[in-house]
């Protein structure tokens, strides 16, 4: 009789039998209660792999996605082939594929991509019923900490590759907040804002260098050399993209020598719908006792001044932005942008007599570029015919009731001052 009068209670308290069988719960850091719903999206950071797990039911709507609309980071990788009765999508990638970007904090690597959907329309349809979105996903690695308890061995390292340890340099682009402090969360920017890029190279136990954006190109894509594309940075390290109604600069003085930090004004490329741009900066490193030179600095141009100004070194080094050729006498020169082949994220080791460089090709991206909302101004515009026509008929009907005011008293006026005499019988 226990168990009956117990769900005697729970009829007469709720009126149901689901709170006398609740779901299971779990408790996050807060101490709160939450649902053991699975997530929409699974990440999984293995040692050399990233296993992402997609639930089709992505929205939660009950709406299942199809899996061809899914893909992983800027190369567009496809997922697994699976089944129609299965319920997820999956994706098993490694690391440093599918244009997955890395970058290194103090005590950690930090490898970050992004699961895009975008939907198509299925056969001879031409709408759409579910949503494009953009999943940010990143896996954190500790850069330090011994996973084993017994000895390292050996325990001494040849010379050759100490060497080759301390040269190995980590290239890097990213979106900054506008105070410089923290990375930006979100790549949404409206026309009229401003970009705050910083490049950086983590040195390691490197002799001190100093790193250059030699040039910096914007496309549509991932591959910097499509069309159409927009200069930021050519020459070797001029910002042209200054030169014209943008007020795009390096910021001086810098923070480090390894670090390099710069503006770009938002714009969108002419005729074209899409709004997602990609900016890939070539950027190199040189001893931080040489001295910039043509080939080696970083030039902003100073609309107030009209001339080009150095962030550090002699101000001769940016004569020769102007004229859009910049080299030592005797070095030959680059080949220009449409002559160089592509080759993202690749990375060239030049030893000089007096110098080693180290350069790279590192792509920040995507960014939204939207254009301005619609403002008052514009919606002022588009009801003023209606307010013009209004207002010449209110000036219509004033002007009539006027002029037939004055027509009437002028004449009384003029009856008043011409009476009429009466005629008399003896005439």
């Known amino acids: 009789m226990r168990p009956s009068y117990r769900l005697f209670l729970c009829f007469l308290l709720w009126g149901s039998t689901e709170l006398c069988n609740p779901q299971p ?26 296993v992402v797990t997609v639930s089709k039911d992505l ?12 893909t992983l980071g800027p190369d567009n990788c496809e997922p697994l082939v699976s089944m129609d009765t299965d319920t997820v999508v999956r994706f098993e990638v490694g690391l440093h594929t599918c244009g997955n970007s890395v970058q290194v904090t103090d005590d950690a690597l930090v490898y970050s991509t992004f699961l895009l959907h975008n939907p198509r329309p299925a056969g001879n349809l031409s709408i759409l019923r579910t949503n494009r979105a953009e ?24 010379f050759r590759t100490t060497m080759f340890s301390e040269e190995k340099l980590v290239f890097s682009l990213r979106l900054m907040e506008e105070n410089w402090n923290s990375e930006k969360t979100t790549p949404t920017f409206q026309l009229g804002d401003r970009a705050y890029l910083q490049a950086h190279v983590h ?50 003085p810098r923070p480090r020598p390894e670090t390099l930090q710069f503006t770009v ?19 190199k490193v ?46 030959k020169r680059r080949q220009s942008r449409l002559e160089r082949q592509p080759a993202p994220r690749s990375r060239r080791h030049v030893t000089g007599d007096l110098s080693v460089t180290e350069e790279a090709d590192v792509t920040v991206g995507p960014l939204i570029f939207l254009g301005k909302t619609r403002d008052h101004g514009v919606e002022g515009s588009a009801a003023s015919p ?36 009466p005629v008399s019988a003896s005439q």
């Open 25 to 50: 719960v779990w408790y996050d850091e807060s101490q709160r209660l939450m649902p053991s719903e699975p997530p929409a999206v699974m990440v999984e950071c293995r040692e050399a792999q990233l």
């Open 59 to 70: 929205f939660g709507t009950g709406k299942l996605i199809r899996p061809a609309d899914l």
């Open 135 to 158: 999943v940010p996903i990143e896996c954190r690695y500790p850069r330090q900490g011994n996973v084993s308890s017994r000895a390292i061995l050996p325990t001494w390292l040849p």
């Open 203 to 252: 040195t390691g136990s490197h002799v001190p260098l100093r790193l250059f954006v030699d040039h910096c190109v914007a496309t549509l894509t991932p591959n910097w050399n499509t069309f159409p594309y927009h200069s930021i940075v050519d020459f070797h390290g001029c910002l042209v993209d200054g030169l014209t109604d943008a007020s795009s600069a390096f910021k001086a």
């Open 265 to 283: 004004d938002v714009f969108q490329f002419a005729n074209d719908s899409r709004n997602t741009i990609y900016i890939t900066c070539h950027l």
């Open 286 to 331: 040189t001893s931080v006792d040489q001295v910039p030179d043509q080939l080696n600095k970083a030039c902003s141009f100073s609309k107030s001044s009209n001339r080009w100004s150095p962030v550090e070194g002699p101000a001769d080094v940016c004569r020769c932005c102007n004229k859009g050729s910049c080299g030592n006498p005797g070095h």
């Open 386 to 421: 209606r307010s013009v026509m209004l207002g010449l008929g209110l000036a219509t009907v004033v002007s009539l009731t006027l002029a037939t005011t004055i027509l009437g008293l002028a004449g009384r006026y003029r009856a008043a001052s011409h009476p009429v005499c």
